[in-house]
């Protein structure tokens, strides 16, 4: 599953390990998009519960089959 996480704030591209391999983009708006697939829901709530225990607000997740939004086959 692919997936767009949306925080307040900016990440150093550094923290990728602690996000399970996401790519991390910094936004002009001050704040980051994780972006990339993980392999299942536990990998999705590792990457939620280190968002937690860092302190950052999470503004929104997306979620699709594959990257784009466009579903697989």
Sequence with gaps: MHYRIHIRGH????????FA???IEQQET??????GTLPDQAALYGVLLQLIRLGLVLLSL???EA???????
């Design 11 to 18: 990440l150093d591209s550094g923290w990728q390990d602690r």
């Design 21 to 23: 391999g996401l790519g």
């Design 30 to 35: 001050g704040t980051t998009l994780l972006v």
């Design 62 to 64: 997306e979620t699709s």
């Design 67 to 73: 990257p784009g939004g466009k579903k697989g086959a």
